[in-house]
């Protein structure tokens, strides 16, 4: 029996269970996680903005050691330092076969199946086929990405989703060259790691906008040039910083319509607008047929950042390791899976980066 955050139902109270995972099958891998993020995406799991199955093991940004594996497991041994990818992808399907890992259509028959049980026998569901807000987890093989020992877990936990979302956004979704302008609504652990993405590429004017002046400090140490509150001005405001061009490249990274028409309205004609942010089925937006002409922006999704994770995870542990992308502003509280509640809270009101459940 492992210790694991479980969601009984939407809405209902979390609590810490013990569940039982099963033995790793062919090409499965048991992974003891020594860090797990808590995402947004995770509390929109349990606050009605997704409709997942019930109950339901909560997390998938991670990362741990790998402590036993099936038959057949040919990419990692017993001992291996590895990130956790929520997105593994078939390689085989038309998505995969187009270049477009992080579009695989196997996603949505690893995250419909249970996995392990509760205490009273009761068949679980774990989020995004991973639930890695638990001791331990059992995954494929393929959902699995080696790093070094020398990456601390706390950063490679950070890799498995916010920062490969963030950076992969600015680097394969908008390709952000240098010089360019950008802005970055939402400043939680995705839209921090945008703006260090943002930096990394080199981004001369980089404009972070949040509703809480709490993440001023930590926007300007991810590399943020200018800080601003966010209101219903917005975009003139971004226009006016930019010579009245408006960004190259917006990034929202909060998931609501009217953040995303804020994004919209502050890129410059002809640049691109990324929706980052995963917002709800029932939160409707609308253009005219006249803006969507005249401005000839691109307005696009990025989703796991457009991402090659066997590719990009490694490429962006590498530069966490040279110093090139400085991750410290991200992670600002370090707990335990108990405190996931009061992290929820924190999120809700806007307070703090990332939190990081760190297993000992
Ligand atoms: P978070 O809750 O930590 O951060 C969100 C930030 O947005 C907070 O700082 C909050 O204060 C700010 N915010 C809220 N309302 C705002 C407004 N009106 N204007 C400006 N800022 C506002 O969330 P996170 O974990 O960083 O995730 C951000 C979003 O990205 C979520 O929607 C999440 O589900 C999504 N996400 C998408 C992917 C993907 O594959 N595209 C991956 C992970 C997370
Ligand atoms: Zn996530």
Not at 109 to 121: H, W, Y
Not at 135 to 162: F, I, N, R, Y
Not at 276 to 294: N, P, Q, T, W, Y
Request: with cysteine; glycine share 12%; aromatic share 4%.
């Amino acid at each position: 029996m492992v210790k694991a955050l479980v969601a009984r139902s939407a809405g209902a109270d979390l609590a810490v269970e013990e569940i039982e995972l099963p033995r790793p099958e062919p090409g499965e891998v048991r992974v003891r996680i020594a860090a797990a993020g808590v995402c947004h995406s995770d509390l929109s799991m349990i606050n009605g903005t997704v409709r997942p199955k019930f109950p339901l093991v909560l997390g998938h940004e991670a990362a741990g050691v790998v402590i036993e594996t099936g038959s057949e497991v040919r990419r990692v041994a017993e001992g291996d330092h590895v990130v956790i990818n929520w997105s593994p992808a078939c390689g085989e399907c038309a998505f995969c076969q187009h270049g477009e890992p992080w579009l695989c259509v196997t996603m949505e028959g690893v995250t419909s199946r249970p996995r392990g049980t509760l205490a009273d026998g009761t068949p679980t569901h774990v989020t995004l086929g991973v639930g890695a807000l638990a001791e331990e987890v059992v995954v494929g093989e393929g959902a699995l990405v080696t790093v070094s020992p020398e990456l601390p877990m706390a950063d490679a936990a950070l890799l498995g989703c916010a920062v490969l979302t963030g950076v992969g956004a600015v680097h394969n979704t908008a390709r952000v060259r240098q010089g360019e302008s950008v802005a970055v609504i939402g400043l939680g652990g995705v839209g921090l790691s945008a703006v260090a993405g943002a930096q990394l590429a080199g981004a001369e004017r980089i404009v972070a906008v949040d509703i809480s002046a709490d993440k001023e400090e930590l926007a300007r140490t991810c590399g943020a040039t200018d800080f601003l509150i966010s209101n219903p001005e917005l975009p003139q405001v971004v226009h006016s910083l930019t010579d009245g061009l408006g960004v190259n490249h917006t990034f929202e990274c909060v998931g609501r319509s009217d953040t995303i028409r804020a994004a919209w309205q502050s890129t410059r004609r002809g640049g691109t607008c990324v929706v980052v942010g995963m917002g709800s089925r029932d939160d409707k937006i609308s253009f005219s047929a006249l803006e969507l002409f005249h401005f000839a922006r691109t307005l696009t999704s990025s989703v796991y950042g457009s991402a090659d994770p066997d590719r990009d995870i490694p490429g962006i542990a590498s530069a966490v390791l040279s110093g090139s992308l400085n991750l410290d502003a991200i992670v600002t509280h370090q707990i335990s899976l108990s405190d996931v509640p009061a992290a929820f809270d924190r999120m809700r009101h806007g307070e703090g980066g990332r939190s990081i459940v760190l297993f000992t």
